[in-house]
């Protein structure tokens, strides 16, 4: 059987894209599969498809590419199909050309299944598909979702689609009471969500994690809220809500205004994600409304129980209360939510429990176990169209034969018998904070001795490290590297990871699969004979693997920092082998990065076990302040001896976007309107940004 998917855009992260892949990789294990974009915005799709399912496009929309279309002069028509408003406006809006690509696609495919996966495409497939094939529309949201226009537009079109599928029990009734002359054809498949290849959680990490678009309907203000009173029984647990969308200044400013700015951190799109959900302890979802629940049982599958609202529609049909997971009754407020978050935090026995419980759960959820009921469902409509038509039966060779192929497709490039693999990675940091690294056997050349090799970017001296690959046992697909505390001492900076050739110059970096870093977060500080040390494997912005160090005799670990109306207190752990004690005079020396006439000095107050605090008073900056953008950098003054201060313990390699702080703004004689904040910088050292209003951004 040949299957093909009509998506709008494969080349994003969203929970569409991710279904469709899951889904399409499960069939490619006994079915010929495709996946047909829409539209092409990149040269590779972030998520990548299984090897066996191929990728097809109609409308090229990179603005670099030789085949770019945005400025056809079909673009210019307007398209015949009802509008979605979710996916039709800006550069992707549908137009006249889309009406062409979306017609002669399903008029020349040869595939047996199509299934289209929104409203929009769901009505051309209803238009244009062909009665030789089965045609399967797909609802990833639900019918309550929609607006009243494009409710109304899309039952009309799915009467006539062989078949309608949604992810929830909940929404297929109220799909089957909207349309009771189709009741029969509609059906309820789950999403299939695979178990990651990541360890599970530990569950002892502390640490609460949402994940999700960053939109009204996910209510992360209501998870905000509860975990305000979370922080006041708990202080030493932390929220990381990962994601992106327009909501994410409204929650910066909650966050900001509850003073939580310590204990919430927005981190930002994270792909793939399965790395974070194991860095949880509980994983949150506070939606009012959730077609599926993907978040729920991807948190499940690295072995972490849920707190969920007992929202419409999915959460109450993935979750059993009391044993995988919980649910919060959606009238119960932020009060019913955080007692429930309460329950888990302060019983470890029962989170690790109801996470054992929840991995088996996840389970039900494999894209295997989904594609076999997609294949029923396939075979089912299959038998039925046959029963009603043998003629289509007859006619499909013919067909297939008279209708030319004239779509672009993306096909893979040829091999270079030449040009040796990319090797791919994947990275775990282990308990003494460490690394191992496992390179897939077939990128790297099985016949000689292979080193992986770390190099100290930019360094006149070219430092590197070297550890033998170890090839595993037969029936392993990978050769692994251990790069141990006890081993290195690698200086501080960012090292670049490859595979090279033992004897040669044959050498070729490392592409990151998957970077495992949810054994840092309750890593203790790492100090030894060499100093204070860090290491945190991550994925660079262009795909490969490196490893974050810092090295240092001495540091100042912040551990908070308190915004108040005129000054931040900084609170300060510190590391190595420096005492406040070797000081009589220790202060925090402001270093302005503008003329060493502008720095100043504050003092600093023991607070006992190796910690101090500092008030950086704000005045001192505004009196020195001259340009549109002035920078202090902070660093503890012992004496003669400087310790920088900053954050570099834990799995972040950059704090400067998710630990944030609330700027205060003042009046500056000269230059008007002042924001003023301390910020982390590129190298999560501490710094005081001050600048001219006007031009305010983040620091």
Known sequence: ??????????????????????????????????????????????????????????????????????????????????????????????????????????????????????????????????????RVGQEHLTLHSHSDQLRDDQNAAVVGLDAFVTVSEADAADYRAALPGFADRVVCVPNGVPAPAVEMSALDSKTIIAAGRLVAVKRYDRLIDAFAKVAAERPEWTLRIYGRGPMRAALREQIDALGLYNRIFLMGPVSPIETEWSKGAIAAVSSD????????????????????????????????????????????????????????????????????????????????????????????????????????TRLRTSLRALVPSSGRKDKPQPVDAERPPVPRGHAAATPDGGFVVRIDLDTIPRTKPVDFVARLRRDPERRQIRVPLEFAATGEQHATALVERAAHQLPEGRWDCYVRVRGTKERHRVTAELVEQARLIPLAPVVGTDGVSSWIPYATSDGFLAVRTWLRPAHGEVESVVIGENEATVAVRLLGDARLADAADATVRAVSREDTAHDFEVPVRELGDDRFEFVLPYREAMERRGAEHDLWDLRLQLGDRTVPVGRIMGDLVERKKTDAFPPVLFDHAERGATRIKPFFTISNHLALSVRDAAGDTDA
């Not at 494969?10 to 069939?27: D, E, P, V």
């Not at 299944?113 to 009505?123: D, Y």
């Not at 129980?305 to 007992?310: G, H, L, R, S």
């Not at 996470?355 to 989904?370: L, N, R």
Request: a negative charge.
């Open 1 to 134: 059987m040949k299957v093909s998917f009509l998506i709008n855009n494969a080349y994003g992260i969203g929970g569409t894209i991710r279904s469709t892949a899951n889904l399409s990789a499960g069939l490619a294990e006994r079915h010929e599969v495709e996946v047909v974009s829409v539209h092409r915005v990149l040269d590779e799709p972030p998520l990548a498809l299984d090897p066996r399912v191929r990728l097809e496009s109609l409308i090229d929309m990179r603005p670099d590419s030789p085949t770019y279309e945005g400025e056809h002069e079909l673009t210019q028509q307007p398209n015949s199909m009802f509008p979605e408003s979710g996916v039709d406006f800006g550069r992707l809006r549908f137009t006249g050309l889309h009406d062409q690509r979306i017609a002669d696609y399903l008029a020349r495919t040869d595939a047996d299944v199509v299934v289209a996966t929104r409203p929009i495409l769901n009505g051309y497939l209803s238009r244009y598909g062909q009665s030789h094939y089965v």
């Open 289 to 392: 409304s959730e077609s599926f629940g993907m978040t729920i049982v991807e948190a499940m599958h690295c072995g972490v129980p849920v707190v969920a609202t007992d929202c419409p529609h999915g959460p109450g049909e993935i979750i059993t209360h009391g044993q995988d997971g919980l649910l919060v009754p959606l009238d119960g407020g932020p009060d019913a939510y955080s007692q429930a978050l309460l329950r888990l935090i302060a019983d470890s026995d029962l989170r690790r429990r109801m996470g054992t419980a929840a991995q088996a759960k996840a389970a039900t959820y494999a894209p295997a176990v989904i594609a076999a009921r997609y294949e029923e469902l396939f075979e089912r409509l299959q038998r039925e169209r046959r029963s009603r038509s043998s003629l289509a």
